[in-house]
């Protein structure tokens, strides 16, 4: 059973990469197309309310490795992928904290933790 899972979470992760970076002839790479900016000028900000812009899980966007998540969470179920998902999470801010601490930048700690949350959430790990 544990093969099964496993080479069901490998072929997810290649259908999830393959289908995220599939060349067309004219244009290139089309997760490099998608991630182009739309519609604003280079130095313009979006306004802002008082209200944070990162998403939760159940709203999250669908992105490269939202297959490889969808598979995931069929083959080891939703608690399972819950409780390895928080564990990633927790490790990678464990080492974002480790290097901002040894870079002498421990007070952008914060930011980069919401950075790679927002980074996340765009290229599909958080669905």
């Given at each position: 059973m544990k093969?099964?899972?496993?080479?069901?979470?490998?072929f997810a992760v290649v259908v999830a990469v393959a289908s995220g970076f599939s060349i067309s002839s004219t244009s290139g790479s089309s997760f490099v197309i998608s991630q182009r900016a739309r519609g604003s000028p280079a130095g313009a900000c979006p306004a802002?309310?008082?209200?944070?812009?990162?998403?939760?899980?159940?709203?999250?966007?669908?992105?490269?490795?939202?297959?490889?998540?969808?598979?995931?969470?069929?083959?080891?179920?939703?608690?399972?992928?819950?409780?390895?998902r928080g564990k990633a999470i927790s490790l990678h801010s464990q080492y974002i904290g480790e290097f901002c601490e040894w870079a002498g930048a421990y007070h952008l700690r914060t930011r980069l933790i919401k950075?790679?949350?927002?980074?996340?959430?765009?290229?599909?790990?958080?669905?």
């Open positions: 093969t099964f899972r496993a080479i069901a979470i490998v802002r309310s008082g209200v944070s812009s990162l998403q939760m899980g159940s709203q999250a966007k669908f992105g490269v490795f939202s297959p490889a998540v969808y598979g995931a969470k069929v083959v080891l179920g939703t608690d399972k992928l819950n409780k390895v950075k790679a949350k927002t980074n996340g959430d765009i290229l599909g790990f958080l669905v």
